[in-house]
């Protein structure tokens, strides 16, 4: 089992990686583009609740989809399924297609709500905005239940590439068109989703999925997901909450502040997205798999796999990127519009973002676990808990640490949800953690911390020896980051961190295959 979800997490990963150098260089031009302005903030603002809805109903119709439509698989019925992934399918375009349009409607009335503080002129504009971006919740909606199907049956591909055609798109529309101003990157958006749907669509056709024009709401499994929804959508919820009450907080602050937290957030989510979402994606249906059997001590077991997996690539990326937090927002986003002065309160927002990367990491396997076993309500009573956290702390530390005190709640309160969402998991299923599992990761926590001064101490050496500019920056960057990941491996070998051993075992397996092909 191990071994395929390596072997699985490894091609996803890769196609993560790609579609996150899109995502970055879409950052770098929009920035470039538009800096960390107004009509930045009025974008940002437009988009707050579009992309918020994306996101929970994107992954609560995934976690609604792979455990339902895994039971229909695993008995051989694939005419039932066909018929229950079509009525998904339906009555999440019908539903989503009113959502949109109540959305365009009361576009003042979100924009209000999300941003109180917003400048006149900058709400105008981001009405403006909403209005062209919302009909993209109903695209997202509607392939996201696709993919869902497709990760039911074990393919992941489509879904990993998907973003990164919506990228591409949004890239030829900054360079063709940023000179007709901030709408046509609303329209690029919109566009992009259109994107999205379509290569989401192909592996159905090309697996011989069969599509049925029909609206079963009376299934029972129709009538559990419309059950289960809501919980899963509030439980879901609390990161995006989360920014949301962010861009609520900032909106009163100085201008780019709103900005410079979704810059950092952004650098901060490029491990999750690349590494981290592979592998929660990979194991949901091993879960769901190990919940037809109710065998606790292998589901158990598959957790504990998919948590250290997600700890040897967290804990040294957030050492990394507090260590290089400024250089590497300077190399990525100071550019045209984007000043000094907007690197500085992105890096500031992107140190405190990163002392909560372990736990939002984390969390994105241990509730999906919650999910695969049918406990949809456990993650809702934390993330209400967790919220209020994140309220209590972003009054507190808005004043002293200015929007660093919003960043710095957001991870007090991912600890705080990640750590109890453990907690009661465990009580479920004793084999969760133990020992083995938190020695691993004091090791990994210890490799990281020496790569960390590592790092520092030869970025801080080079800056004496590279050309001043960006190619100088860009080599010290290249090169630190290089020498920090081969310390960390080489401190991983030598502690015998189980996670590391598995994946050289599986890349040694893969050269020696490679060669034998080769060889004959």
């Known amino acids: 089992m191990a071994a395929g979800i390596a072997k699985t997490t490894t091609v996803v990963v890769i196609i993560n990686l790609i579609v996150k150098l899109f995502g970055f260089l879409r950052e770098a031009l929009i920035a470039h583009g538009f800096g960390a302005s107004a009509m930045t903030d009025a974008y940002l603002v437009a988009y707050t609740l579009p992309y918020f809805l994306q996101a929970i109903l994107g992954f609560a119709l995934i976690t609604l989809v792979v455990p339902i439509l895994t039971k ?42 999300t941003a109180p503080n917003l400048p006149a002129e900058t ?40 973003p990164g055609v919506s990228n591409v798109i949004i890239i030829l529309g900054v ?19 259109i994107g999205f ?20 709401y ?19 919820a609390v990161n995006q909450i989360y920014f949301a009450l962010n861009r609520v907080f900032a909106s009163g602050m100085t201008e780019g502040s709103i900005s410079a937290l979704n810059y950092a957030s952004k650098l901060m989510n490029l491990p999750v997205g690349i590494f981290v979402a592979a592998i929660a994606a990979v194991i949901y249906p091993v879960l769901a798999e190990n919940t037809l059997d109710n065998n606790k001590t292998s589901l158990a077991r598959t957790v504990n796999k998919g948590l250290g997996m997600v700890a040897i690539i967290a804990i040294p990326a957030a050492v990394g990127l507090i260590v290089l937090r400024t250089p ?49 309500r456990t993650p809702v009573w934390m993330g209400f808990i967790s919220i209020v956290i994140n309220v209590i702390f972003s ?36 084999d969760l953690g133990g020992q083995k599992f938190f020695t691993g990761c004091a090791k990994m926590l210890t490799a990281s911390i020496v790569m960390g001064a ?24 290249f090169i630190t980051i290089i020498v920090g990941a081969m310390v960390y491996l080489l401190l991983c070998a030598v502690l015998k961190i189980e996670e590391f051993v598995l994946l050289m075992s599986f890349f040694q397996r893969k050269l020696k295959k490679l060669d034998k092909s080769t060889n004959n």
């Open 72 to 113: 229909y698989w695993a008995v051989g019925d694939n005419e039932g399924g066909y018929r229950l992934g079509s009525s998904l399918i339906n009555l999440t375009f019908i539903s989503l297609t009113v959502l949109s349009l109540l959305g365009i409607i009361f576009a003042r009335g979100l924009v209000f709500i």
């Open 197 to 216: 749907l379509i290569i989401q669509i192909i592996p159905l056709h090309k697996h011989c999925f069969k599509y049925y024009p029909i609206c079963d």
């Open 175 to 193: 360079i063709f068109f940023s000179s007709f101003g901030i709408d046509s990157l609303a329209w690029a958006t919109l566009i992009s989703f």
């Open 454 to 477: 590592v790092v520092w101490g030869l970025y801080k050496i080079l800056l004496g020896f590279v050309p001043a500019g960006t190619f100088g920056l860009t080599l010290n960057v």
């Open 123 to 162: 709400a105008e504009v981001a009405v403006r905005l909403t209005r062209i971006m919302f009909p993209s919740v109903m695209l997202m909606g509607v392939a996201m239940v696709i993919n869902g199907i497709n990760n039911s049956c074990h393919r992941f591909a489509a879904g990993a590439s998907a």
């Open 395 to 430: 009054f507190i530390l808005l004043g002293p640490l200015a929007h660093g005190g919003l960043a710095l709640a957001n991870s007090l309160a991912a600890i705080a949800n990640t750590i109890l969402l453990f907690f009661f998991l465990q009580r479920k299923f004793p």
């Open 218 to 236: 009376r299934h029972p499994a129709i009538r559990k997901a419309f059950k289960d929804i809501l919980p899963i959508v509030i439980g879901v």
């Open 328 to 376: 590497i927002v300077t190399l990525v986003f100071e550019h045209g519009e984007f000043t000094a002065y907007a690197t500085q309160i992105t890096a500031y927002a992107l140190l405190f973002f990163c002392l909560g990367l372990v736990a939002v990491a984390a969390n994105m396997v241990i509730t999906r676990a919650y999910y695969a076993t049918g406990d949809v």
